[in-house]
T-cell receptor, first 110, second 112 residues
Framework: DAKTTQPPSMDCAEGRAANLPCNHS???????VYWYRQIHSQGPQYIIH???NNETNEMASLIITEDRKSSTLILPHATLRDTAVYYC???????????FGTGTRLTIIP | NAGVTQTPKFRVLKTGQSMTLLCAQD?????MYWYRQDPGMGLRLIHY???????AKGEVPDGYNVSRLKKQNFLLGLESAAPSQTSVYFC???????????FGNGTRLTVT
Protein backbone atom coordinates (compact mmCIF):
# COMPACT_ATOMS: atom_id res chain seq x y z
CA ASP A 1 0.00 0.00 0.00
CA ALA A 2 1.13 3.57 -0.68
CA LYS A 3 2.67 5.54 2.16
CA THR A 4 1.11 8.74 3.45
CA THR A 5 2.59 11.95 4.84
CA GLN A 6 0.72 14.15 7.31
CA PRO A 7 1.79 17.17 9.37
CA PRO A 8 2.46 16.09 12.95
CA SER A 9 0.21 18.72 14.51
CA MET A 10 -2.32 21.46 13.70
CA ASP A 11 -4.47 23.92 15.61
CA CYS A 12 -7.91 25.17 14.64
CA ALA A 13 -10.24 27.68 16.29
CA GLU A 14 -13.54 26.33 17.58
CA GLY A 15 -16.35 26.89 15.10
CA ARG A 16 -14.03 27.19 12.12
CA ALA A 17 -13.44 24.58 9.45
CA ALA A 18 -10.51 22.27 10.13
CA ASN A 19 -8.65 21.23 6.99
CA LEU A 20 -6.28 18.31 7.44
CA PRO A 21 -3.96 17.54 4.52
CA CYS A 22 -2.52 14.21 3.50
CA ASN A 23 0.03 13.45 0.83
CA HIS A 24 -0.07 10.05 -0.90
CA SER A 25 1.95 10.69 -4.04
CA UNK A 26 2.60 6.98 -4.75
CA UNK A 27 -1.05 5.96 -4.64
CA UNK A 28 -2.15 3.52 -7.30
CA UNK A 29 -5.45 3.24 -9.12
CA UNK A 30 -7.07 0.62 -6.89
CA UNK A 31 -6.13 2.20 -3.56
CA UNK A 32 -8.68 3.95 -1.40
CA VAL A 33 -8.02 6.84 0.99
CA TYR A 34 -9.37 6.31 4.51
CA TRP A 35 -9.52 8.67 7.46
CA TYR A 36 -9.76 7.62 11.09
CA ARG A 37 -9.37 9.56 14.31
CA GLN A 38 -8.35 8.59 17.82
CA ILE A 39 -9.69 10.64 20.69
CA HIS A 40 -7.47 10.54 23.76
CA SER A 41 -6.62 6.86 24.26
CA GLN A 42 -9.81 5.36 22.85
CA GLY A 43 -9.90 3.01 19.90
CA PRO A 44 -9.67 4.68 16.47
CA GLN A 45 -12.96 5.78 14.94
CA TYR A 46 -13.73 5.59 11.23
CA ILE A 47 -14.56 8.95 9.62
CA ILE A 48 -14.77 8.63 5.85
CA HIS A 49 -13.17 7.04 2.81
CA UNK A 50 -13.06 7.53 -0.96
CA UNK A 51 -11.46 6.44 -4.20
CA UNK A 52 -11.40 9.45 -6.51
CA ASN A 53 -14.60 11.41 -6.06
CA ASN A 54 -15.18 13.82 -3.22
CA GLU A 55 -17.18 12.32 -0.39
CA THR A 56 -19.31 13.80 2.38
CA ASN A 57 -21.02 12.27 5.37
CA GLU A 58 -22.41 13.52 8.65
CA MET A 59 -18.95 13.83 10.17
CA ALA A 60 -16.74 15.30 7.46
CA SER A 61 -15.93 15.88 3.81
CA LEU A 62 -13.08 14.29 1.88
CA ILE A 63 -11.56 16.15 -1.04
CA ILE A 64 -9.23 14.11 -3.28
CA THR A 65 -7.19 15.93 -5.92
CA GLU A 66 -7.71 15.00 -9.54
CA ASP A 67 -4.32 13.26 -9.74
CA ARG A 68 -5.15 11.49 -6.44
CA LYS A 69 -1.73 12.34 -5.01
CA SER A 70 -3.17 14.21 -2.05
CA SER A 71 -6.37 14.68 -0.12
CA THR A 72 -7.90 16.93 2.52
CA LEU A 73 -10.23 16.00 5.34
CA ILE A 74 -12.58 18.85 6.23
CA LEU A 75 -14.41 19.12 9.54
CA PRO A 76 -16.81 21.95 8.69
CA HIS A 77 -17.48 23.40 12.15
CA ALA A 78 -14.86 22.13 14.56
CA THR A 79 -15.79 21.63 18.20
CA LEU A 80 -13.63 20.90 21.22
CA ARG A 81 -14.68 17.25 20.93
CA ASP A 82 -12.87 17.07 17.58
CA THR A 83 -9.50 17.34 19.34
CA ALA A 84 -7.85 14.04 18.39
CA VAL A 85 -5.15 12.36 16.33
CA TYR A 86 -6.28 11.99 12.71
CA TYR A 87 -4.90 9.20 10.55
CA CYS A 88 -4.86 9.19 6.76
CA UNK A 89 -4.45 5.70 5.36
CA UNK A 90 -4.22 4.32 1.84
CA UNK A 91 -5.50 0.81 1.38
CA UNK A 92 -5.49 -1.37 -1.72
CA UNK A 93 -8.83 -2.91 -2.65
CA UNK A 94 -8.85 -6.49 -1.41
CA UNK A 95 -5.96 -5.96 1.00
CA UNK A 96 -7.00 -7.13 4.43
CA UNK A 97 -4.32 -5.13 6.19
CA UNK A 98 -4.70 -1.53 7.30
CA UNK A 99 -1.44 0.19 8.20
CA PHE A 100 -1.50 3.30 10.40
CA GLY A 101 1.16 6.01 10.45
CA THR A 102 1.59 8.55 13.25
CA GLY A 103 -1.17 10.89 12.08
CA THR A 104 -1.88 14.59 12.75
CA ARG A 105 -2.65 15.76 16.26
CA LEU A 106 -5.45 18.30 15.82
CA THR A 107 -6.12 20.66 18.71
CA ILE A 108 -9.31 22.73 18.69
CA ILE A 109 -8.78 26.00 20.51
CA PRO A 110 -11.70 27.68 22.32
CA ASN B 1 -25.33 -3.59 20.12
CA ALA B 2 -21.96 -3.75 21.90
CA GLY B 3 -19.74 -3.65 18.78
CA VAL B 4 -16.19 -4.75 19.64
CA THR B 5 -15.49 -5.66 23.25
CA GLN B 6 -12.04 -6.26 24.67
CA THR B 7 -11.27 -7.96 27.97
CA PRO B 8 -9.54 -7.25 30.23
CA LYS B 9 -9.23 -3.44 30.10
CA PHE B 10 -6.05 -3.38 32.20
CA ARG B 11 -3.49 -5.99 33.20
CA VAL B 12 -0.11 -6.07 34.87
CA LEU B 13 2.12 -9.08 34.24
CA LYS B 14 5.51 -10.13 35.47
CA THR B 15 8.16 -11.07 32.93
CA GLY B 16 7.69 -14.67 31.82
CA GLN B 17 4.01 -14.91 32.71
CA SER B 18 1.42 -15.77 30.10
CA MET B 19 -1.99 -14.34 29.36
CA THR B 20 -4.74 -14.23 26.77
CA LEU B 21 -6.53 -11.12 25.57
CA LEU B 22 -10.08 -11.67 24.35
CA CYS B 23 -11.80 -9.75 21.58
CA ALA B 24 -15.48 -10.31 20.86
CA GLN B 25 -17.62 -8.72 18.13
CA ASP B 26 -21.35 -9.00 17.65
CA UNK B 27 -21.58 -7.59 14.11
CA UNK B 28 -21.00 -10.88 12.26
CA UNK B 29 -17.81 -9.47 10.75
CA UNK B 30 -15.50 -11.72 8.76
CA UNK B 31 -12.24 -9.90 9.39
CA MET B 32 -10.63 -9.35 12.78
CA TYR B 33 -7.35 -7.70 13.73
CA TRP B 34 -5.00 -7.18 16.64
CA TYR B 35 -2.92 -3.99 16.80
CA ARG B 36 -0.53 -2.61 19.38
CA GLN B 37 0.11 1.06 20.05
CA ASP B 38 3.16 2.40 21.82
CA PRO B 39 3.53 5.99 23.10
CA GLY B 40 3.86 8.51 20.29
CA MET B 41 3.46 5.88 17.61
CA GLY B 42 0.74 4.76 15.29
CA LEU B 43 -0.91 1.37 15.43
CA ARG B 44 1.10 -1.64 14.31
CA LEU B 45 -0.62 -4.79 13.09
CA ILE B 46 0.24 -7.93 15.05
CA HIS B 47 -1.99 -10.63 13.55
CA TYR B 48 -5.24 -10.72 11.66
CA UNK B 49 -7.90 -13.18 10.54
CA UNK B 50 -10.03 -13.23 7.41
CA UNK B 51 -12.47 -15.79 8.73
CA UNK B 52 -13.20 -18.45 11.31
CA UNK B 53 -10.30 -20.88 11.62
CA UNK B 54 -7.83 -18.65 9.75
CA UNK B 55 -5.03 -16.40 11.01
CA ALA B 56 -2.17 -14.51 9.39
CA LYS B 57 0.87 -12.53 10.53
CA GLY B 58 0.99 -8.76 10.47
CA GLU B 59 3.93 -6.38 10.88
CA VAL B 60 5.01 -7.36 14.41
CA PRO B 61 3.90 -10.97 15.11
CA ASP B 62 6.88 -12.21 17.15
CA GLY B 63 6.05 -13.17 20.73
CA TYR B 64 2.31 -13.44 20.06
CA ASN B 65 -0.06 -16.18 19.00
CA VAL B 66 -3.69 -15.92 17.96
CA SER B 67 -6.70 -18.15 17.46
CA ARG B 68 -10.08 -17.68 15.80
CA LEU B 69 -12.08 -20.78 16.73
CA LYS B 70 -15.38 -18.91 16.58
CA LYS B 71 -16.28 -16.19 14.12
CA GLN B 72 -17.13 -13.70 16.82
CA ASN B 73 -13.97 -14.14 18.91
CA PHE B 74 -10.30 -13.44 18.26
CA LEU B 75 -7.82 -14.33 20.99
CA LEU B 76 -4.33 -12.88 21.38
CA GLY B 77 -1.91 -14.87 23.49
CA LEU B 78 1.39 -13.97 25.09
CA GLU B 79 3.18 -17.19 26.08
CA SER B 80 6.09 -15.57 27.94
CA ALA B 81 5.56 -11.86 28.46
CA ALA B 82 8.49 -9.44 28.07
CA PRO B 83 8.76 -5.76 29.09
CA SER B 84 8.90 -4.88 25.36
CA GLN B 85 5.30 -6.06 25.13
CA THR B 86 4.13 -3.28 27.44
CA SER B 87 1.64 -1.51 25.20
CA VAL B 88 -1.98 -0.74 24.50
CA TYR B 89 -3.61 -3.48 22.45
CA PHE B 90 -6.53 -2.76 20.15
CA CYS B 91 -8.79 -5.24 18.47
CA UNK B 92 -10.80 -4.39 15.37
CA UNK B 93 -13.23 -6.06 13.03
CA UNK B 94 -14.72 -5.40 9.62
CA UNK B 95 -16.90 -6.85 6.96
CA UNK B 96 -15.18 -7.88 3.76
CA UNK B 97 -12.61 -5.92 1.79
CA UNK B 98 -12.96 -2.14 1.93
CA UNK B 99 -15.39 -1.93 4.81
CA UNK B 100 -14.31 0.38 7.64
CA UNK B 101 -12.73 -1.14 10.73
CA UNK B 102 -14.56 -1.00 14.05
CA PHE B 103 -12.24 -0.81 17.03
CA GLY B 104 -12.54 -1.80 20.67
CA ASN B 105 -11.40 0.54 23.43
CA GLY B 106 -8.15 -1.23 24.10
CA THR B 107 -6.36 -3.33 26.71
CA ARG B 108 -3.57 -1.60 28.61
CA LEU B 109 -0.88 -4.16 29.39
CA THR B 110 2.16 -3.52 31.56
CA VAL B 111 4.92 -6.12 31.84
CA THR B 112 7.32 -5.57 34.73
Amino acid sequence: DAKTTQPPSMDCAEGRAANLPCNHSTISGNEYVYWYRQIHSQGPQYIIHGLKNNETNEMASLIITEDRKSSTLILPHATLRDTAVYYCIVRRFGNEKLTFGTGTRLTIIP
Amino acid sequence: NAGVTQTPKFRVLKTGQSMTLLCAQDMNHEYMYWYRQDPGMGLRLIHYSVGEGTTAKGEVPDGYNVSRLKKQNFLLGLESAAPSQTSVYFCASSRLDNSPLHFGNGTRLTVT
